[in-house]
């Protein structure tokens, strides 16, 4: 059994209610529950998007492998109206997203998953609420907590708690 530190995201239709959605699907795989951080708004990274994101983190404990993880998490996101498009070419706008931000000190390099999530550490909007509820976790690679690299991301972009 692992800990498991999810970054959830949303800046498509009532952002709010997926993340909510989201979360109560997430608990159901969870062993003993989860524990969440608070919520952020933060400008779209990578992308143009009138409307910004609301993000946060969780982490839970689960009997789930890495694959058979991301695998529920794409169902999840899948239900709630997220469609991925193979002709995509870069960031967009979604109802849901749900990353594996880490999974334990597991180190993966799949086609399917990468763990550590490859550019969590350049990313302003996945470090602050992570350090909500893991502002100890050593990152596997970098073997830096997660408040250090938080202190170090270069990212200037906007992230608020609401």
């Not at 159901?28 to 708004?41: C, D, K, P, T, V």
């Not at 910004?52 to 404990?61: H, K, Q, R, T």
């Not at 996101?77 to 469609?83: I, T």
């Not at 763990?115 to 990313?123: A, G, N, S, W």
Request: hydrophobic share 40%; net charge negative.
């Amino acid at each position: 059994m692992d800990k498991v530190y999810l970054l959830l995201g949303s800046n498509k239709g009532d952002r709010q209610a997926f993340l909510s959605a989201a979360r109560c699907r997430i608990e159901l795989l969870a062993l003993e529950g989860i524990n969440a951080s608070f919520i952020y708004e933060s400008e779209p990274w990578g992308f143009d998007a009138s409307t910004w994101f609301l993000n946060m983190a969780i982490s839970l404990d689960s009997a789930l492998g890495p694959l058979d993880l991301i695998d529920r998490l794409l169902k999840i996101e899948a239900d709630l109206g997220r469609v991925r498009s193979d002709e995509s070419t870069g960031y967009e706008s979604r109802e849901i997203d749900i990353d594996i931000i880490f999974y334990g000190g597991k180190v993966l390099d799949t086609s399917r998953l990468t763990l550590p999530h490859p550019r969590m550490h350049q990313r302003r909007f996945v470090l602050e609420p992570l350090c909500d509820i893991a502002p100890g976790f050593v990152h596997p690679i970098f073997g830096k907590t997660v408040r250090e690299l938080l202190d170090e991301c270069q990212d200037k972009s906007i992230v608020r708690r609401i």
